[in-house]
């Protein structure tokens, strides 16, 4: 990127919040892959004289939201109408909170950065269409599934504070495993209940001239965020070295091309004709019910982060991939406080561990603490190798089955036999007169051809430490 260029990014995240229920009805939040329209009624669908009712686990999670992205709660809030057609929004306007929202002034660290949080404020969604080719210009007709609509959701928007798009990449990345951590959503991008606006100008650094503001949507993970981002800033500074004005206006990320297009020109507050909703009152908060919540929140992952750092001795890269998901951070501690090696542990998590999720998908791996523990006492009294160990680890992972019976079944356990390695040892040296002579005329990276003959003669279960011992004496004479 041009040092002369800056970006100034700011976004706006929806979060589908882990309700039970809708915002405003009974109907089930839960809709993902349902059948359309089937998790429905008169309320989210906007039938008129159907009056709406908060749902008082929104708040809740909202306040976790807000409290985990240290913001200030505020007692009061209140609902809006934002006024606007689209087809898949049948009441003709989408109830949220624009004035009066739940929270405001937070904060999240990226790097070192404090990103700041504008203010985060429930609102419902709106349904989806279904179009019949791949996109809405390409289609000869749309459905509209109305399962989504009143489906809860928590915008949280940021100040334009963001300066990378690898920046905005890692805030996405931190802000999920915060709202996994308290539970307060599932953060699947891919199943929409997390979703990204970006909001991108440009600084010219000489000149000091911005740019106009552009939006971008349809980014569906966190990569396409970033490239998404990416590919913006250069087109904007394209149109700027070139004294070209910049259109404001929302424009579209497209995966085939990898490339953003124009959808429509940019709305501006005014034209939502926001108003106050009439058939919600003004909700009011309980100190103690807020403080309550904020002192319910688990260890979150910047603690922890540190914690692992210091306690387990980790480097910041290592501890982070354990920290990112709840599950896997909770499972390494419990290993750790078997094994006591934190370090050891770190390691076979982060390669055998996570290569067999990668490889067979972590519904298919099933390993519990006292696997570590029987496999590392294996390696620590000598009955297999490391190398004995990642392949015992792996079938133990598959087949439900714990080490020892693996290596007892397949006769894996390691030959330490000094006399019996001797004379093998002694047998390859004799076969390979050469190679010999070649060793002990200084080349000295031959030492692992005679080691690799032994171990292949024992079928790999020589004790490694034992092999080189008994070679160092034979060809070196120590």
């Known amino acids: ?27 089930s939040a839960e809709v993902f892959d349902l059948e359309p329209n089937s998790s429905i009624c008169p309320i989210c669908t906007g039938h008129p004289g159907t009056l709406p009712v908060p749902s008082g686990e929104m708040f809740k999670l909202g306040i976790k939201v807000a409290s985990a992205l240290n913001c200030q709660i505020n007692l009061y809030s209140r609902f809006d109408r934002k006024n606007y057609f689209y087809p898949d929004l049948p009441k003709g306007y989408q109830i949220t909170q624009f004035f009066h929202p739940l929270a405001e002034f937070g904060w999240l660290e990226v790097n070192g950065k404090k990103v700041h949080i504008r203010r985060i404020h429930l609102e419902e969604d709106a349904g989806k269409l279904i179009h019949s080719g791949d996109s809405i210009t390409e289609s000869d007709y749309s459905l509209v599934d109305m399962n989504r609509c009143g489906v809860p959701l928590a915008e949280i928007v940021t100040e334009p504070d963001i300066e990378s798009p690898e920046q905005a990449r890692v805030f996405m990345e931190k802000l999920r495993a915060i709202l996994r951590y308290i539970d307060a959503s599932t953060g699947d991008m891919e199943k ?99 403080e309550k919540i904020k002192q319910s929140l688990p260890e979150l992952p910047d603690k922890r982060l540190k914690r692992f750092m210091e306690s387990y001795k980790l480097p910041e890269r290592d501890a982070w991939t354990l920290v990112e998901d709840k599950q896997i951070a909770d499972f390494f501690e419990e290993v750790v406080s078997q094994t006591k090696e934190p370090k050891e542990t770190a390691n076979w998590f982060l390669t055998e561990y996570f290569r067999l999720i990668g490889e067979h998908g972590e519904d298919k791996i099933h390993v519990t603490s ?57 047998k390859v040296i004799e076969n390979h007169p050469k190679e010999v002579e070649t060793f002990r005329s200084g080349k000295e990276g031959l030492f692992g051809f005679f080691v690799g003959q032994v171990m292949k003669e024992t079928r790999g279960k020589a004790n490694p430490k034992v092999v080189n011992e008994i070679l160092d004496k034979l060809l070196r004479g120590s």
């Open 1 to 27: 990127m041009d040092n002369r260029y800056k970006p100034v990014i700011g976004l706006e995240i929806h979060v589908q919040l882990n309700t039970k229920t809708k915002a405003f009805c009974d109907c």
């Open 192 to 290: 929409g209940a997390m979703r990204c606006d970006a909001n991108i100008s440009v600084v010219d650094t000489v000149t000091g001239k911005q740019s106009n503001k552009v939006e971008v949507k349809n980014m569906n993970s966190f990569k396409f965020v970033e490239k998404a981002l990416e590919y913006e800033f250069e087109r904007i500074i394209g149109l700027m070295e070139n004294e070209q004005e910049v259109d404001r206006e929302t424009r579209g990320w497209n995966l085939a091309t990898k490339s953003t297009v124009s959808m429509r020109s940019k709305e501006e507050a005014h034209d939502y004709r926001y108003f106050p909703e009439p058939d919600i009152p003004p909700v009011l908060l309980d100190s103690e019910y807020v």
């Open 370 to 426: 006292r696997h570590f523990v029987e496999l590392f006492r294996l390696m620590k009294d000598g009955k297999i190798s490391r190398n004995m160990a990642k392949e015992v680890f792996q079938e133990s992972a598959l087949s439900r089955k714990m080490p020892a019976e693996i290596v007892k079944e397949k006769g894996l356990e390691q030959v330490d036999d000094s006399k019996l390695i001797e004379e093998i040892a002694k």
